[in-house]
């Protein structure tokens, strides 16, 4: 219809590709997690064996080749970025993927954000800032010096806890994620949900997931959240709490602190139903599911030359291949083995 004579046309919204990635289950996928390295300066022993092999340089993806590809999930609807690894900032120059996925922030990228094992932090938390980053996760297992030694066998607790103070002080909102560990950590929640609560962190604390091969026996450490949460629950109020980080994690307010304690739990609890993330390797491979072997080749698909038009191909085609879920179990009745790739490859 002509407009009415001093009208002017309405703008059009900024389009992206007008179809956003719905996988085959009807899940909008707006989730992406980059693994930018496989290598760590730790060696967590659920995440990896203390000899510890890594990947040749020419199979990893350059980061202009990660910007680019990030850039193209970004056009077809990926509203949040999260660099893992390995540890992140251990890849040398790592910061310029951070500007250069920060300069995406406001033209379709809502968040980005990392998960670290703190060490680096107290170089890098107000580039991050600088750079956009507005939250990020930082593991820690436990706040004993001796423990923390033992968990991740080359690390100094003092580092990492320099870093989180140095990450606090640059203006980052901080959320602490701790494995839960039978018999190694499993008396310290309390404890450390008192720290959260004085330092501002939210905590997290996640199942042992059944991925790559480690140097012990996964039985052993496997601890059930639902039995955490109702010990919690003698010292702490747990509050009901709709939110959510578009994650797999079950949030709770601690009345006696006002902060969260979220519960990560593959294995009581199955969380696909709601997920809208996939996983991006080092090397270029697009895992749709965390549990599951399936994934597709980018680096091939960018090393052969890809257009964009190509590459958003390439991308559509593996959404519609996205899992419903994952069967991941941890028993000893069930002989399943693990899967064989590490956290640190998939990222976690
Ligand atoms: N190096 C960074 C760090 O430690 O935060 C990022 C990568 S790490 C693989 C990401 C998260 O995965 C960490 O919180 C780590 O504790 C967790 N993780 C590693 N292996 C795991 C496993 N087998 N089960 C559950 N969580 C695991
Ligand atoms: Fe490194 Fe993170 Fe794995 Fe620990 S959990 S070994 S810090 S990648």
Redesign the pocket.
Known sequence: MPLPPGATAPTLPTMRDPAPLIDPFGRAITYLRV?VTDR?D?R?V??MAEDMTFLPKAEILSLEELDRLCGAFVALGTRKIRL?????LVRRDVMTLFRSLGARLGTGLDELTL???GTQLGRFASELYAAGVRRI???L?TLSAEKFAAITRWGRIEKTLDGIHAAKAAGLAIKI???ALKGVNDDEFDDMIAWCGEHGFDLCL???????D?DGD?TDQYLPLSIVRSRLRRRWTLEETDYQTGGPARYYTVAETGRRVGFITPLTHNFCESCNRVRLTCTGTLYMCLGQEDAADFRGVLRAGADEAELADAIRAAIARKPRGHDFIIDRRHERPALAR???VT??
Do not use: K
């Open positions: 693994s760590c730790l967590c659920y995440c893992t690894g390995g540890e992140p998960t670290s094992n996760n930082v593991s297992d994620n701790a494995v996640i199942e042992t997931m059944p991925l790559g480690i996964r590490h956290m640190s990222g976690g």
